[in-house]
């Protein structure tokens, strides 16, 4: 190889693929196709940046957590308090709830971060579990139990209503996922990101040529953070409804499990992911949702013993 | 004078016993933690199923409290071995991913399939005659069932680290968790010594579980909702430690019920945040090795 | 005089009652081709990770071109030129070869941390990777993974990805461990083409690489320097005789 065309295609990476294109005009096509289904599809979309930023953590950084959900609750509280109370333009208030998730992210990563493996995983869940013991007492202004209720949202740019059907709050939370996505893939082509991928492949090499690894995974922990704080803040605007449940053990591990089905590291696990789930949840918790958590279980057992990728590394499989 | 000195006792009694179900139950998730360095999220579901062995067998079948006990605990251990074989085995020196993935998929499987079984509401646990009402321990009285629940799990404890100290299993699990490279390259098997550790952790915990359940609910929901504080006691405590949790779940015992009676409203946050501070100071729990 | 590359005054280092370095006083001047020595378990590579920084020693100094480094973490050791390699290679493995340098290049030239502009915009830290790889002969496989690799290649991505740091020292631990002698020839030839301005620190088992490249070798033995000399005068030193070249096989 003449050592132009190495270098050349090295440069030529992050350029944008057709196939890229594929979860957005599936995603226009939903609008189209399935329009008594808006609702739903507004959460899938904003459940997907919800996947998307655990992607960052675990697929990119390698940072097993148990917490994500601390986040996403933060985002959504925010967002839903200041509708609540007065404040309900929507995308002021999910910057706000993004910042705030943000800050929490800062704080509990200063402490977490400082370890690995196990002790990490058990630290991120005390995390978690702290916020969401906090949201509960402080029921004055989260409603505790009973949920956070009575807020206004406001129309986007003062003229687009969230109507009944679900039109707006689709076209909102696809707008506000596909900015993240340009945002996320940047990211993940930079050099910041192509370190994060270092150290999850090897850390004591990331240390061994000089990189600032404390640094990054804390930035990397700092965004994700964010992104999930979006994510919560855009499910309480479109729904009006934020509960102790957006905070729970629960939601951290069933957004890993919506990116493990997809496949992890991959930026379009969490596009393949978290609809599959969705739409399947829809389906069964009709019929049954205590037997949804069946066969949700058995699903899980089943991808850690034969297929190990997700829906995605089966792909790779198939083409080898 | 006389009432705060007695709400000491009372807070030191609850936290107590408590302390001996957490300890019952997390000191098999510390050994697995520690010696397979599994990440084993589904322990909790070894203590609620022993819990409704225990309040199956006696208010369906009308098996004695003790026998119905015993019952409990060898039939969790009993089942726990298929677990381990087929599945656990396959993930030890694996990914810590592919670990909580299985076991939040077992921890699901047990809220449908106790849903399934027992119905969504909560078992009662009725205890005998004998162990109803309350024994005057001079100071103050004490409720009966609590006081066995102490003085069962202390008999426990002792049975279980003497045995550690004293048997050659107890040697052989110990040098193994010290070096489990080294024990292996002295012969020890240590596929069986797994295999029957986490049988007797599973059954600890099915008997944790069914002694405790008046203390944590027997529910469904039970393996989530208590997953935090199995935990704790075991981070706390050091991975791989056996007395490491005892001291963590003293402490997680005493601070619950001590947080309860001052500050009822914020108990459960002060637990956490103490957690937090300890991991802060000693990464590796109290008792964990560097 | 120069100060040296790489010095160190009394370095200390224990775990427990077990003292792993011990009063070393070490030196290595610039441009140097020098060996590291000794039995197993004699702190060679425990010697390494004080000096890059991985471990902090429990009294002594360390000093790099004069100035002393003794507080300051890895990274910046790394940026003053101070750099190893692995004994156990410790490659990026789901990265091409290509990139595993390229990501050293970044994190030299301080662009590691770049959030906005994606990789292959940098295209002169591409091209500067893929040089090295041309000098280490790797150029004909620059974008296969690196596991796809025989093992001794995999060690000459070691040494380019450590030539990506602009290194003023270098510290090769066990840079030919574990590959076949049909292909530590490679190995060998690479580092004797390095750049003579490099001070080079090999830290060795296998004799013949070591009489091979070094100029200087120092002997380890139980965390501390036994004896230092020219390869002659450490062959023909009886203690070194009996303390280590005395341990291998005469069977």
């Not at chain 1, 705030?100 to 579990?129: C, D, H, I, K």
């Not at chain 1, 997809?262 to 789930?277: D, K, N, S």
């Not at chain 2, 003497?162 to 107890?170: A, K, P, S």
């Not at chain 3, 441009?31 to 060679?44: C, D, E, S, T, V």
């Amino acid at each position: 190889m003449t050592p132009s065309r190495a270098v050349e295609a090295f440069a030529r990476r992050h350029h944008y693929r057709p196939y890229e294109a594929l979860p957005w005009v599936a995603a226009v096509a939903s609008y189209f196709v399935f329009p008594d289904y808006l609702a739903l599809g507004a959460q899938i979309l904003a459940t997907i940046l919800f996947a998307l930023s655990a992607d960052l953590v675990l697929g990119y950084a390698g940072i097993v957590t148990l917490g994500h959900a601390a986040f996403f609750g933060t985002g959504a509280y925010v967002a839903g308090i200041l509708a609540a109370h007065g404040w309900g333009e929507p995308i002021t208030g999910l910057l706000a709830g993004a910042v705030a998730a943000a800050v929490l992210g800062f704080l509990s990563g200063l402490v977490v971060l400082r370890t690995t493996g196990l002790a990490l995983l058990m630290q991120t869940l005390v995390v978690a579990t702290m916020v969401a013991e906090a949201a509960n007492k402080a029921s004055f202004i989260t409603g505790g139990d009973d949920g956070l209720q009575g807020m206004e949202v406001w129309p986007i740019f003062g003229r687009f209503r969230f109507d009944l059907f679900g039109h707006t709050s689709y076209l909102y939370c696809l707008s506000a996922l596909f900015l993240c996505w340009l945002a996320v893939r940047r990211m993940v082509h930079s050099p910041f990101g192509r370190s994060l991928t270092g150290i999850r492949e090897n850390v004591r090499r990331m240390h061994a040529i000089g990189a600032p690894v404390a640094r990054r995974r804390l930035i990397i922990y700092i965004i994700s953070a964010a992104l999930a704080g979006i994510s919560g803040g855009l499910i309480a605007q479109t729904t009006q409804f934020v509960s102790l449940s957006f905070l729970s053990l629960e939601r951290s591990g069933t957004v890993l499990i919506m990116l493990i089905i997809g496949g992890v590291g991959r930026l379009y696990g969490a596009f393949i992911g978290v609809p599959l789930y969705m739409v399947a949840q829809n389906r069964f918790s009709e019929i049954d949702p205590v037997y949804w958590y069946f066969w949700i279980g058995l699903l899980m057992v089943f991808i850690v013993v034969f297929a190990r990728g997700g829906v995605l590394g089966l792909f790779d499989q198939f083409q080898r | 004078m006389g009432d705060t000195l007695s709400a000491a006792f009372s807070v030191a009694f609850h936290g107590l016993a408590f302390a001996m179900v957490l300890y019952l139950i997390s000191v098999g998730l510390s050994v697995t933690m520690g010696l397979m360095g599994f990440v084993n999220l589904a322990h909790g579901v070894f203590a609620m199923a022993g819990g409704y062995v225990l309040t199956s067998l006696m208010n369906r079948f009308a098996v004695p409290f003790v026998p119905a006990l015993l019952g409990a605990a060898v039939v969790v251990a009993l089942a726990s071995f298929p677990i381990e074989r087929l599945l656990y085995r396959r993930l030890y020196g694996g990914e810590e991913l592919d670990q909580v993935l299985l076991t939040m998929g077992l921890v699901f499987i047990s809220v449908a399939g106790a849903t399934y079984v027992w119905g969504p509401l909560q078992q009662p646990l009725l205890p005998p005659l004998w162990l109803s009402g309350a024994v005057d321990l001079g100071i103050d009285s004490f409720p009966a069932y609590r006081s066995f629940l102490i003085l069962c799990g202390a008999a426990l404890v002792t049975a279980l680290w003497l045995g550690i100290e004293r048997t050659r299993f107890g040697i052989r699990l110990r040098a193994s968790v010290d070096n489990l490279r080294m024990a292996q390259s002295v012969g020890i098997d240590t596929s069986r010594l797994f295999m029957t550790t986490f049988a007797l952790g599973s059954g600890l915990a099915g008997l944790g579980g069914g002694l405790g359940a008046d203390l944590l609910a027997i529910n469904p929901g039970y393996a989530l909702q208590n997953l935090a504080y199995f935990l704790i006691v075991v981070a706390v405590g050091g991975l791989g430690s056996i007395r490491g949790p005892f001291v963590a779940a003293l402490l997680l015992g005493v601070a619950d019920s001590g947080f309860k009676y001052l500050l009822p409203e914020f108990g459960a946050f002060f637990i956490y945040a103490l957690t937090m501070a300890i991991l802060l100071w000693r990464p590796r729990g109290l008792f964990g090795r560097a | 005089m120069n100060a040296p590359a790489l010095e160190t005054r009394g370095l200390h280092k224990s775990f427990g009652a077990l003292t792993v370095a011990n009063a070393v006083d070490f030196r290595l001047e610039s441009g140097a081709r020098q060996a590291l020595i000794g039995p197993n378990g004699a702190g060679k590579t425990t010697f390494v990770e004080l000096v890059t920084g991985a471990l902090r020693p429990s009294a002594g100094q360390i000093n790099l071109d004069g100035a002393d480094v003794t507080d300051l973490p890895q990274a910046a050791r790394v940026k003053r030129g101070l750099v190893r390699t692995f004994q156990i290679t410790a490659l990026f493995r789901g990265l091409s070869i290509l990139e595993n340098v390229t990501l050293a290049i970044c994190e030299r030239q301080g662009i590691g941390g770049g959030l906005f502009w994606p990789a292959g915009r940098y295209r002169a830290a591409i091209e500067e990777a893929h040089a090295l790889l041309e000098q280490v002969g790797l150029e004909d496989e620059a974008l296969s993974p690196v596991t796809t690799l025989a093992y001794g290649r995999q060690r000459l991505v070691e040494i380019a990805i450590s030539l990506a740091l602009s290194p003023k020292v270098m510290l090769l631990d066990e840079p030919a461990a574990g590959v076949p002698s049909a292909e530590s020839g490679t190995i060998i030839e690479v580092i004797e083409r390095l750049p003579t301005d490099i001070a080079m620190l090999i830290i060795e088992h296998d004799m013949d690489l070591v009489f091979r490249l070094a100029q200087r070798i120092t002997v380890l033995v139980q965390g501390s320097i036994l004896v230092e000399g020219t390869p002659e005068e450490i062959a023909a030193d009886p203690e070194v005789r009996r303390v280590y070249l005395g341990e291998r096989p005469r069977r």
